[in-house]
């Protein structure tokens, strides 16, 4: 069983230029979340959609975009990089809406120079 | 909204010890808490949680108590193993605004 794939691992990008993480669950979850890991802050809620068509902004929305594209994936996006940025993101899913339960990917490693 | 504070940032412990983790929450309406465990490299993962309603909960050699009046709550790990070595978040969430809120992570060192 994938679980929650999350798409790329490693990426480099440079501040102004955008990029889309790719995040699929298979596990048919309702609800699927993305944080952001910084050092000393534990886990950040950037977005969340608690089911498919709905999205809200979480703790730590600005300069990012999410698409809840149907059940299955939920994509994370930033239009203009900027240092701020540089950070560990993780795509997670639950089965209900509370953020109860959470199946997390593992991670990717955004650098912003 | 939810602030939730983890104590100790490291903790390193002899193999076969016990090691306790504990973390406080400043909303009172948080009625759901959970543990998650974070191996080098990997997402966290879901290790136990616990209701409002129930004062401690156990899994083999993992345990969790909440004392709901203080606003803290402790994971208990018995007779630790390496295998245990990783990074332990607590997070807190109500049903009136459920994002989780996390702690900053505990780091935990078993020494063989």
């Known amino acids: 069983n994938a679980g929650v794939t999350q798409t790329p691992k490693f990426q480099v990008l440079k501040t102004g230029q955008s990029m889309t993480l790719q995040c699929a669950q298979d596990m048919n979850h309702n609800s699927m979340y993305w944080y952001r890991q910084d050092p000393g802050m534990g886990l950040r809620l950037i977005y969340y959609?608690?089911?498919?068509?709905?999205?809200d902004k979480g703790e730590v929305p600005n300069g990012y975009n999410v698409s809840r594209l149907n059940k299955r994936e939920f994509s994370l996006r930033l239009e203009s990089a900027a240092p701020s940025q540089t950070s560990v993101y993780f795509c997670?899913?639950?089965?209900?809406?509370?953020?109860?339960?959470?199946?997390f990917g593992s991670g990717t490693q955004l650098s912003v120079l | 909204g939810e602030n939730v504070e983890q104590h100790p940032s490291t903790l390193s412990v002899q193999e076969g010890d016990s090691a306790v983790i504990k973390c406080t929450y400043s909303d009172s309406a948080s009625n759901y808490f959970p543990w998650y465990k974070q191996e080098l490299g990997k997402g966290p993962q879901l290790i136990i949680d616990?209701?409002?309603?129930?004062g401690e909960k156990k899994d083999q050699r993992i345990a969790v108590t909440l004392n709901k009046t203080a606003k803290h709550f402790s994971l208990h790990i018995t007779e630790t193993q390496p295998e245990d070595s990783a990074v332990y978040f607590c997070?807190?969430?109500?049903?009136?605004?459920?994002?989780?809120?996390f702690g900053a992570g505990t780091t935990v060192t078993v020494r063989a």
């Open positions: 997070a807190a969430s109500s049903s009136n605004d459920y994002k989780l809120s």
């Open positions: 997670a899913s639950s089965a209900g809406g509370w953020s109860e339960k959470l199946f």
């Open positions: 959609s608690a089911s498919e068509g709905t999205t």
């Open positions: 616990i209701r409002s309603n129930v």
